[in-house]
């Protein structure tokens, strides 16, 4: 066991891009569980576009100087109460730290199935996966046939939107993405039908000679100008689906998306955002739809995975700036051991 615990926290407010002296490398003295309480040493961490915003002085924010939080998968080292067994392994939501001190409460134990790495539960079958999965099935409401379009594409929730669309029996799979390489990518191995270069021109005309038929739905990572480029190819009865806004994260006083605001009635569009954290119930809907999946081969898992805890902070940055390919997972090196 590590004599010593380290913490990221983050010392001040971004104004647009955040950087590494954001943040510090805190380290401590390990912490020692209270009684009806265990310690958990973390060997998975996620880092997800939301604590960007979590980042600026909102409400239920990061606060400065003091350990940051996220989605994490640890493995029980000592336990003081006996609803929690060494050794067991455990999802919580302390992460940015190597170590973290939870109560029974504060955990989920998550079901093994054969085949199934643990970093899934932090992709595919973790927030990002039900994310992409409540969008399709409970906002979209994705009928067999539809054509979707996918911003984002080439990020977590792009890449398992496409892949749980193709399941469901999307007709034309339409996406964005931040380079060619990505696009290709997707069309190769995600099962996309067409992906644009954003930074090609227009959103609106790359999205007219992507889907020159128009769309039905549309699952919004980023907003601005493809948001309203979609808005202007969706079909009558179309659903536009808001999961992010990352193209204002670090550029707050751009102005808003312009559309033709008539559109939404002489089409009867509808737009619907929500927090996955309204939707845990549908978990177990998830593990029943994607594991076998999983375990025939018919889904992949979409990660680009960092080793280290000390990558944290460049994974997150990096993640920001569009260099992974599906979810960016943090993994420490003990776990990356053959």
């Given at each position: 066991?590590?004599?010593?615990?380290?913490?990221?926290?983050?010392?001040?407010?971004?104004?647009?891009?955040?950087?590494?002296?954001?943040?510090a490398?805190?380290?401590?003295t390990?912490?020692?569980?209270?009684?009806?309480?265990?310690?958990?040493?973390?060997?998975?961490?996620?880092?997800?576009?939301?604590?960007?915003?979590?980042?600026?002085?909102?409400?239920?924010?990061?606060?400065?100087?003091?350990?940051?939080?996220?989605?994490?998968?640890?493995?029980?080292?000592?336990?003081?109460?006996?609803?929690?067994?060494?050794?067991?392994?455990?999802f919580?939501?302390?992460?940015w730290?190597?170590?973290?001190?939870?109560?029974?409460?504060?955990?989920?134990?998550?079901?093994?199935?054969?085949?199934?790495?643990?970093?899934?539960?932090?992709?595919?079958?973790?927030?990002?996966?039900?994310?992409?999965?409540?969008?399709?099935?409970?906002?979209?409401?994705?009928?067999?046939?539809?054509?979707?379009?996918?911003?984002?594409?080439?990020?977590?929730?792009?890449?398992?939107?496409?892949?749980?669309?193709?399941?469901?029996?999307?007709?034309?799979?339409?996406?964005?993405?931040?380079?060619?390489?990505?696009?290709?990518?997707?069309?190769?191995?995600?099962?996309?039908?067409?992906?644009?270069?954003?930074?090609?021109?227009?959103?609106?005309?790359?999205?007219?000679?992507?889907?020159?038929?128009?769309?039905?739905?549309?699952?919004?990572?980023?907003?601005?100008?493809?948001?309203?480029?979609?808005?202007?190819?969706?079909?009558?009865f179309?659903?536009?689906?808001?999961?992010?806004t990352?193209?204002?994260?670090?550029?707050?006083?751009?102005?808003?998306?312009?559309?033709?605001?008539?559109?939404?009635?002489?089409?009867?569009?509808?737009?619907?955002?929500?927090?996955?954290s309204?939707?845990?119930?549908?978990?177990?809907?998830?593990?029943?739809?994607?594991?076998?999946?999983?375990?025939?081969?018919?889904?992949?898992?979409?990660?680009?995975?960092?080793?280290?805890?000390g990558?944290?902070?460049?994974?997150?940055?990096?993640?920001?700036?569009?260099?992974?390919?599906?979810?960016?997972?943090?993994?420490?090196?003990?776990?990356?051991?053959?």
């Amino acid at each position: 066991m590590n004599a010593t615990a380290l913490t990221v926290h983050q010392t001040a407010r971004p104004h647009g891009f955040p950087t590494a002296g954001h943040f510090a490398f805190v380290e401590s003295t390990l912490p020692e569980p209270a009684a009806g309480s265990a310690l958990v040493e973390n060997l998975y961490w996620s880092v997800d576009p939301y604590h960007r915003e979590m980042m600026d002085d909102v409400p239920g924010g990061f606060a400065l100087d003091a350990p940051l939080e996220g989605r994490t998968i640890g493995r029980v080292i000592a336990s003081r109460t006996p609803r929690l067994a060494e050794g067991e392994i455990v999802f919580h939501r302390q992460g940015w730290r190597t170590h973290a001190v939870v109560t029974p409460q504060e955990i989920r134990r998550l079901p093994r199935f054969e085949g199934v790495p643990l970093t899934a539960y932090l992709s595919t079958l973790g927030g990002t996966g039900l994310t992409a999965y409540v969008g399709l099935t409970r906002i979209a409401r994705l009928q067999e046939g539809e054509d979707l379009f996918v911003s984002a594409a080439a990020g977590g929730v792009g890449t398992a939107t496409g892949r749980f669309a193709r399941l469901l029996g999307v007709g034309r799979l339409v996406g964005s993405a931040g380079s060619a390489a990505k696009a290709d990518h997707l069309m190769r191995e995600v099962g996309y039908d067409a992906v644009f270069d954003y930074h090609d021109g227009s959103a609106a005309d790359l999205l007219g000679k992507a889907a020159p038929g128009g769309i039905d739905v549309f699952v919004d990572n980023v907003g601005g100008e493809q948001l309203a480029a979609a808005i202007g190819a969706l079909r009558t009865f179309g659903r536009i689906v808001r999961v992010g806004t990352i193209s204002q994260y670090n550029t707050p006083d751009t102005p808003a998306p312009r559309f033709n605001h008539a559109d939404i009635v002489e089409k009867s569009l509808r737009m619907e955002g929500f927090l996955v954290s309204n939707y845990r119930d549908v978990q177990e809907e998830l593990y029943d739809f994607a594991v076998p999946h999983l375990q025939s081969g018919r889904l992949a898992l979409d990660e680009t995975v960092v080793d280290g805890f000390g990558g944290i902070v460049d994974a997150f940055l990096g993640m920001l700036r569009g260099e992974n390919t599906g979810k960016i997972i943090v993994r420490d090196r003990t776990q990356s051991r053959p």
